[in-house]
């Protein structure tokens, strides 16, 4: 039986306050086909009208006041499933069923217009053939997302070129915070947390912050139960290269004697062996994750309530063969064939890193007659990560240690939707967020402890006839950041005459600096009447303030060997952006591409220093001469395009192309670093049909093809990796179990395991990424 | 992975306070400051590197020495990040089983000190110079520890990178300076 069921609601058009009839027809979402017998109850709390489908599926709840109301759907074959659609608007809304029978409500207007930007949504079916990958890895083959890898098995995402500073990770809604200027950084986010994964492409700053430049990805859990029961969940994911196996464990229940009250536990434990390239072990490359998390929730008509708390740790060695720390052994092990042989284990020694991240949430939401959805968000969040280097036996403790202290407050108000005269309704929402962050810094001198407060306000209004949408959106954000430097730090500052705004004290000084910043967006949605066809366009204007590295880093990391320094000076960042999404969907064919394009006035960024003869700069520490890298702004152009098509989505082989391009340069042509090289995909997929338990059995045959980057900045300490080609087979099952739903996959990546180097990884100037893995999964949803 | 309890969590964030830039800052490894002392006929010279900060602006003290002399040269190395600095010199001793220091000059230079397996540690030298001028002389101290359970400080690694040059050797150099040499 088929697993989402869609509900076609067609509205009266009436304008008058509460006489609307709202139409429908019920339909298996699968098969098309019309579903008699359905109970269809509609209407605001209070005032609930119950009605039946009848043999065509259809259904007519008259007596209903314009506005949002609720629409609930069920069927003794089918799941139930509930959703908001809008009384004024014709509306086509799709439920997508959980196993537990509760409903994860997607409301959509045709061909996923619901953003003026371009977005895909992983779901829980989808995020199962995932486990086991951290989330920059769950998330790459989204066309136009890649991942920057660092010498050790983490991995950043990256949209449209753009990462770390410039792409906001949003975990259950809260922005993450962490060390994310790194590039061998990983977000501090539990891939089995998240329950479905939205990532954005494009400026999307007014919602989220105004650093959300290059896009957004949303981490959502699973909505907590709503009704009495106990959902159990169980993933076990299993490894070859490295032999990683990952437990995971999850449980919802809500008493029957305290409904509306209900909590959740989770755990999941991850263990990863030394990983190999394709001839070679890589040494001190094992890890070790650890996840927990818990979570109380209190829900009735009106008020949603929830505190939640996870933790993230994270054990990751650094691979043996990263000696950045001297720059003449960097350079030579550049060019030399490796003599070291190193055996795989299970141990992380020296180099390594260790993270630690504590998040609490607590957010209330209530529904307020006439006027909306309020909701408060108050969050801390608690980031320590030690960096240790290999040291003599005298040296015990880290090297590098940070912590960072992040304490937000988030207010919004999504307005109920009015009616604008006879056929348009206007949606919208206000906000205001406050942060207070600290980072306290200890260790071999790097980045100064600071402190900041940022505080902010925006709204947003999109303005709907029939299918077309305008939408406008602002935010003003005031930073104030004062930096406490060392000593040696602002000695180091004024050799270099670098233009500050320090205060000297007893010891070391203060920085303080005072930012305003805007962001404006307008955007556009059209879908033609038979949904084959959708156009989006945005366009954005953005200004993010300087992070504290870009001002103040000075120093060496770990892992990449240049002697960084930051410029007390720079000023803000300001991206005017447009972009567009057309989108195709027919019955052979669904598709979407989407071209960008944006001017960035002082973009900063890190680049070797040149002096003023033309020749590059050096600095001289005890360890060696390093090259200067600087951060500088320069005006830059980035371009591209990304999209995808499914060839025959439905039928028994279908195709899937994707493909991502992007460009990054400044106004003299000069290309930025870091930029993702050209990449085109395919997955050839058989699917069979439905037998007994055995649901959509699939098996897969993937091609990714990844060009060279040929534009690459000067000073890079080697050439561009050649490009490549990997294969990848999959397949995979779901079982359905009563009430329970297990699914199980295998998966062969790098099936000919082939050499390659990736040029947006740290670890392409020490060795050849891992090679041939083969996985297995199982993921189990119990529901009593 | 420690388990620290929520609450104790709170607590010890509070008690950091991101103002305290002269805390304990407990900067371990670095290598700030290399002293070169000479003990020759003219009495004690020395020839130092220096990088207090650790930023990339060192101060270069060049040795006088006469020509076609013998020196004993002691070797010191510094971490002048902490105050007051610490002597890395005696760790280097303690672990001399996995470090050895390597002298890239013209002048000869020979080990007079051994670790207790017999193999050279290059704390204490002797450097005879050659004809009057200016040479340099580079100071390696390189880290040699265990591999996979085998040893990486072996014999002759001095002749080694004499012959194929540093980058010959097994291990990382923890740090490599150049002092210049003024030979009259």
Same mark, same amino acid.
Request: glycine share 12%; aromatic share 4%; with cysteine.
């Given at each position: 039986m088929s697993a989402a069921l869609l509900l076609l609601a067609l509205m009266s058009n009436?304008?008058?306050?509460?006489d609307l009839v709202v139409r429908g027809v019920v339909v298996?979402?699968?098969?098309g086909a019309p579903v008699a017998g359905a109970t269809v109850v509609v209407g605001p709390p209070g005032r609930l009208i119950s009605v039946v489908s009848d043999n065509e599926g259809h259904f007519e709840a008259p007596g209903q006041c314009s506005g949002f109301v609720r629409v609930a759907v069920s069927h003794p074959s089918f799941h139930a499933g509930a959703t908001a659609v809008d009384a004024a608007e014709d509306a086509v809304v799709q439920l997508f069923t959980h196993e537990d029978h509760e409903i994860v409500v997607?409301?959509?207007?045709?061909?996923?217009?619901?953003?003026t930007r371009a977005s895909v949504t992983l779901t829980e079916q989808e995020l199962d053939d995932k486990r086991g990958s951290d989330l920059a890895g769950t998330i790459e083959?989204?066309?136009?997302v890649t991942v920057i890898g660092g010498a050790s098995s983490t991995s950043k995402p990256v949209i449209r070129g753009q990462f770390g500073r410039r792409l906001l990770v949003l975990v259950d809604r809260v922005r993450h915070e962490g060390q994310?200027?790194?590039?061998?950084?990983?977000?501090?986010?539990?891939?089995?947390?998240?329950?479905e994964i939205t990532v954005i492409r494009?400026?999307?700053?007014?919602?989220?912050?105004?650093?959300?430049v290059g896009g957004v990805i949303l981490a959502d859990p699973l909505p907590m139960r709503e009704t009495p029961g106990v959902d159990a969940s169980v993933h076990t994911v299993a490894a070859a290269n490295g032999l990683r196996g990952s437990l995971a464990g999850r449980v919802d229940a809500m008493s029957a004697k305290v409904p509306g009250l209900a909590v959740r536990l989770s755990a999941n434990a991850t263990s990863a062996g030394d990983q190999s390239s394709p001839d070679r072990v890589l040494g001190n490359t094992a890890a070790r994750e650890l996840n927990l998390g818990a979570a109380i929730g209190y829900m009735s008509d009106t008020v949603h309530a929830r505190l939640s708390w996870d933790r993230f740790t994270a054990e990751n060695g650094v691979f043996?063969?990263?000696?950045?720390?001297n720059p003449a052994d960097f350079r030579d092990q550049l060019?030399?064939?490796?003599?070291v042989v190193y055996t795989a284990g299970r141990d992380i020694d020296r180099p390594r890193q260790s993270v630690t991240h504590d998040r609490i949430i607590g957010r209330v939401g209530v529904d307020v007659a006439q006027l909306g959805h309020f909701d408060v968000t108050a969050s801390y969040q608690h980031n320590h990560r030690t960096e240790e280097d290999i040291?003599?036996?005298?040296?015990?403790?880290?090297?590098y240690d940070f912590t960072l202290r992040t304490t937000a407050v988030d207010a919004s108000l999504h307005h109920s939707p009015m009616a604008v005269g006879l056929d348009a309704t206007l949606e919208g929402a206000v906000g205001v967020t406050g942060q207070l962050q600290e980072n306290l810094y200890r260790g071999v001198p790097l980045v100064p402890n600071y402190r900041s407060l940022n505080g902010g306000v925006y709204a947003w209004e999109r303005l709907w006839r029939r299918r077309a949408a305008v939408e406008l959106g602002a935010r003003l954000d005031r930073t104030s950041r004062t930096a406490f430097l060392t000593e040696s730090a602002i000695d180091g500052l004024d050799r270099r005459d670098a233009t500050s705004t320090c205060e000297r004290g007893d010891s070391g000084a203060r920085c303080a600096g005072d930012w305003t910043a805007g962001v404006v967006t307008l955007g556009g949605l059209w879908g033609t009447e038979d949904d084959v066809v959708g156009v989006k366009v945005d366009l954005s204007s953005g200004a993010r303030v300087p992070s504290i590295d870009e001002q103040f880093l000075g120093g060496t990391a770990p892992t990449f060997p240049a002697f960084a320094l930051g410029d007390p000076s720079l000023g803000v960042e300001t991206t005017y952006t447009a972009g567009g999404v057309v989108h195709l969907h027919t019955a052979d064919l669904h598709g979407e591409i989407a071209p960008f394009a944006s001017y960035v006035n002082d973009y900063i960024q890190f680049a070797p220093a040149v002096g003023a003869n033309g020749q590059p700069q050096f600095d001289v520490l005890s360890t060696g001469t390093f090259p200067r890298f600087t951060f500088g702004a320069v005006n830059a152009v980035w371009y591209g395009v990304d999209g995808h098509v499914t060839i025959a989505?439905?039928?028994l082989v279908s195709l899937d192309l994707r493909g991502s391009m992007v460009r990054g340069q400044d106004t003299a042509g000069q290309p930025l670093a870091f930029v993702p090289p050209d990449r085109a995909g395919a997955s050839l997929t058989a699917q069979g049909p439905d037998r007994g338990a055995v649901e959509s059995p699939y098996v897969a045959f993937d091609v990714d093809a990844v060009r060279e980057q040929n534009r690459v900045p000067l000073?890079?300490?080697?050439p561009a990796p050649d490009g490549y080609v990997l294969l990848g087979l999959r397949a995979g099952t779901q079982l359905r179990l009563g009430t329970h739903i297990a699914r199980v996959s295998a998966e062969i990546q790098n099936l000919g395991n082939v050499k390659y180097r990736n040029y947006?990884?740290?670890l392409r100037y020490y060795a050849d990424e891992p090679g041939r893995d083969a996985l297995v999964r199982a993921s189990l949803h119990m529901h009593f | 992975m420690r388990f620290v309890p929520l609450a104790l969590l709170l607590a010890v964030s509070a008690c +950091?306070?991101? *103002?305290?830039? +002269?805390?304990? *800052?407990?900067?371990?490894?670095?290598?700030?400051t290399i002293v070169l002392t000479f003990d020759g006929p003219e009495g004690l010279v020395e020839g130092s590197w220096a990088d207090p900060e650790n930023d990339g602006s060192p101060v270069i003290v060049s040795p006088e020495l006469t020509a076609n002399t013998e020196y004993q040269v002691s070797v010191e190395f510094l971490n002048e990040l902490e105050d007051p600095a610490e002597d890395i010199t005696e760790e280097i001793e303690d672990e001399a089983d996995e470090h050895q220091v390597f002298f890239a000059t013209d002048a000869t230079v020979t080990y007079n000190d051994q670790d207790d397996g017999g193999l050279?540690?290059?704390?204490d030298v002797t450097l005879t110079t050659g004809d009057a001028g200016t040479e340099d002389l580079t100071v390696i101290l390189r880290h040699l520890p265990e591999l996979d359970g085998a040893a990486?400080?072996?014999?002759g690694l001095a002749e080694q990178a004499e012959a194929?040059?540093?980058?010959?050797?097994p291990g990382d150099s923890d740090a490599m300076v150049t002092i210049p040499l003024t030979v009259q």
């Open positions: 009436a304008a008058a306050s509460c298996d979402g699968d098969s997607t409301e959509e207007m045709p061909l996923g217009l619901q953003d083959d989204i066309p136009g994310k200027w790194g590039i061998d950084h990983a977000p501090e986010v539990d891939a089995f947390g998240a329950d494009g400026a999307a700053g007014v919602r989220y912050g105004a650093d959300a043996y063969g990263v000696r950045a720390e060019t030399a064939e490796p003599t040291t003599r036996q005298a040296a015990s403790g880290p090297q989505p439905d039928r000073g890079d300490f080697s947006t990884s740290l | +950091d306070n991101v *103002e305290d830039t +002269d805390g304990d *800052e407990n900067i371990e490894e670095v290598i700030t050279p540690i290059g704390l990486q400080k072996v014999a194929d040059g540093i980058s010959s050797l």
